[in-house]
């Protein structure tokens, strides 16, 4: 059965993310989700894209947004680059997800984060599992699922 989740990454990982949406598309992989990401960046008054950062009140659409986006999802997936460890953005995902989700389940929802390694990616660890309740600013390379 397809989980319904939220990819968050940094926006300068493009490209990664069109790989691992199109392993949805891959019937040799055995991933099988419904995307509930933002599809177009939330706009402001004047039709261009907030680029506030989360704890700038500006960006409160976004925020909000995004956590409309995170009532439809089970799971949050990470895609972490290289940079990602630098973004606000992907840091309070993180944090609001767990706690929206500790909030409707009662339970620390976090308590165990599968990783899979990212090809190529030059500090990928090998595959398995890590139990984490917090962002990690020196994170590795790896897809949190």
Known sequence: M????FVSYDHDDQKQV???KLL????KHPLDFHDHSLKEPVT???GKPIKYPPSDPRSKPVR???MKKFEKCSKLVVLIGDDTYKSDWVEWEI????????RLSGEKTWKRISCLTGAGEK????????YSN???RQAPSVVYL
């Open 2 to 5: 397809a989980a319904n989740v």
């Open 18 to 20: 069109g790989g691992f």
């Open 24 to 27: 949805k598309n891959n019937p």
């Open 44 to 46: 402001g008054g004047s």
């Open 64 to 66: 909000d947004e995004i």
């Open 95 to 102: 944090n609001t997800f767990i706690r929206m989700k500790e």
């Open 123 to 130: 500090r990928a660890p090998r595959k398995g599992v890590v």
């Open 134 to 136: 917090r962002f990690d």
